[in-house]
């Protein structure tokens, strides 16, 4: 029987066209490339085997055409974590390939660094990490109240114990202008990677309260027992949730590419 081909790590970049606040935002321009090509571009510095996983043909056709890899997924996910752990499952069909570990890789965030990536990666040398992500920490005079940057509080071995919106831990017995100068917070980065059969796992997982009261999807593995290992990076990621945000990343785009 012929061996199968296995890659330490396979990039996936979830990719849906129906966003409700910016739709068909990963075929949007930004220069000479669509968003989409760009983060996959700046993927592929770091891993040499990237796909898109979208449920449109239109998303699916400007990857193909600008010579990348893609594949067609349920318009029915709820998560990328879901869209991931299908596409994983389709690439292995299609090619007969496997993987040990799925990077989800953000499909909005056009300046994502290579380094960023190498981060992640290097979690896996350990054995034991079955879920790694990153974070950042904050600095004195920053807003930790922005309930759209989920921030984490960790163990002492660097692993989640908490995600929310709120800022976390809360400071007694100081004012809320003082506490980003009284407390180091972390702010995460929404950037993942999975061992296969952990990521084929918490697909199965249902919905948990905490992951319903802060709609973070995170949480609901912590509740069951699964470590989140966490490695800090120094860089902000810059997503586009919004047209308003597309046009403050293209004033930036000569500063980034």
Known sequence: MEKKSVHQFTGIIPARYASSRFPGKPIVMIGNRTMVQRVYEQAMKSIDNV??????????DVVIKFGGKAVMTSPEHMTGTDR????????????????????????????????????????????????????????????????????????????????????????RDADLSTWSENHVFYKHIGLYAYRMETLKQITKLKRSQ???????????????????????????SIGVDTPDDLKKVILLFDHFI
């Open 51 to 60: 796909y898109v996983a979208t449920d449109d043909h239109r998303i699916y």
């Open 210 to 236: 905490l992951e319903i009261a802060e709609n973070l999807e995170q949480n609901r593995w912590i509740e069951n027992g699964i470590k989140i290992k966490t490695a800090v990076t120094e860089w902000e």
């Open 84 to 171: 991931c752990a299908e596409a994983a499952d389709k690439i292995a069909e299609l090619t007969g390939e496997e993987t040990e570990v799925v990077i989800n890789i953000q499909g909005d965030e056009p300046f994502i660094k290579p380094g960023q990536i190498d981060l992640l990666k290097s979690c896996f040398s350990d054995s034991n990490v079955k879920i790694a992500t990153l974070i950042r920490k904050t600095v004195p005079g920053e807003d930790i109240f922005n309930p759209n940057q989920p921030k984490v509080i960790l163990d002492s071995e660097d692993n989640a114990i908490y995600f929310s919106r709120t800022a976390i831990p809360y400071i």
